[in-house]
């Protein structure tokens, strides 16, 4: 596609609610990454897909949250049992992959409010 | 691992100003280096990257940075802001394994 796409662009949830946030990736890049940008926290690295290695989930903040790409395409980044901490912008990006390639493209976001 | 600094959460600057954004990095290997910018209610737009070369990267909007190994910091600059800057600019670093790890960004607000 001609960008990285997320969906929704916002969700509202009931605490306790467990959500999905998809993102497409540009088509032919093999790196995917989700972060997370809360007020006051900067960029927070969650989770990190390239090729067919096994994913880097050291940002993963607790054992709610879990991601998955299907096919080396499309990732899904689910959040079980919300709490209002989770509330957030979820940011996707991918690249073309290690080294001279690692420059990212970013999404718009999806923005999960937690009430 | 690699870790990146933003020295400065916030820069409020004059229109007209230049102005220094500054980011340093540690690592233990060879390190590729960006800023990327972030506009209110927008996603992250890539404004330059150092991969290797010239050590001075002109990127867009007139911005430049220069990389220094010896003091491992890649500093942002513009001769000349506009009102049209202010936004928030993040300094990430990555190596040949790819994972991007980013600083905490800097606001940088330009007055009239």
């Known amino acids: 596609g001609a960008g990285v796409s997320q969906s929704p662009s916002n969700k509202v949830t009931e605490k306790g609610k467990d959500v999905e946030l998809r993102c497409d990736p540009i088509s032919g890049h093999t790196a995917l990454y989700w972060y997370r940008q809360s007020l006051g926290q900067g960029l927070e690295f969650l989770i990190y897909?390239?090729?067919?290695?096994?994913?880097?989930k050291s940002g993963l903040p607790s054992d709610r949250f879990s991601a998955e790409r299907t096919g080396g395409s499309v990732s899904t980044l689910t959040i079980q049992r919300t709490q209002q901490e989770d509330s957030a912008v979820y940011l996707c990006?991918?690249?073309?992959?290690?080294?001279?390639?690692?420059?990212?493209?970013f999404g718009q976001g999806t923005r999960l409010t937690v009430v | 691992a690699q870790s990146v600094t933003q020295l400065d959460s916030q820069v409020p600057v004059f229109e007209e100003a230049p102005v220094e954004l500054r980011c340093n990095y540690s690592?233990?290997?060879?390190?590729?280096l960006f800023w990327y910018v972030q506009y209110p209610n927008q996603g992250l737009q890539l404004l330059l990257k150092?991969?290797?070369?010239?050590?001075l990267v002109k990127g867009i909007n007139g911005f430049e940075a220069e990389f220094n190994k010896s003091q491992t910091s890649f500093h942002l600059r513009k001769p000349s802001v506009h009102i049209s800057d202010t936004a928030e600019y993040f300094c990430?670093?990555?190596?040949?394994?790819?994972?991007?790890?980013f600083g905490q960004g800097t606001i940088l607000t330009v007055h009239p």
């Open positions: 990006a991918s690249s073309l992959g290690r080294g001279w390639n690692t420059e990212a493209f």
């Open positions: 897909f390239q090729g067919n290695s096994a994913p880097d």
């Open positions: 690592s233990s290997v060879s390190v590729y």
């Open positions: 990430a670093v990555s190596t040949s394994y790819g994972k991007l790890t």
């Open positions: 150092y991969l290797s070369g010239s050590t």
